[in-house]
């Protein structure tokens, strides 16, 4: 089953953490206790709070008969 235009486009937007909100993946213990004999510890972020990505896909061929499509 192939696609009804064999020049097919799409267009793909993705969004995530649309509100940017501090997300804690984990913590880091130091490897010494302080005084109290409690350990530090460290929150593990993402790098980044929001990551936006837009793509656009485009299947083209030299006679518009011939592609990949029905191969996938």
Do not use: C, E
């Given at each position: 089953?192939?696609?009804p235009n ?42 980044a709070d ?20 029905d191969n996938?």
């Amino acid at each position: 089953m192939g696609l009804p235009n064999q020049s097919t486009k799409i267009l793909f937007v993705s969004i995530s953490n649309v509100l940017g909100t501090q997300n804690i993946n984990g913590y880091q213990y130091k490897n010494q206790p302080d005084m109290n004999g409690h350990f530090d510890r460290r929150a593990i972020v993402p790098a980044a709070d929001r990551f936006f990505f837009v793509g656009f896909f485009w299947t083209i061929s030299s006679n518009k008969d011939n592609n990949q499509l029905d191969n996938l």
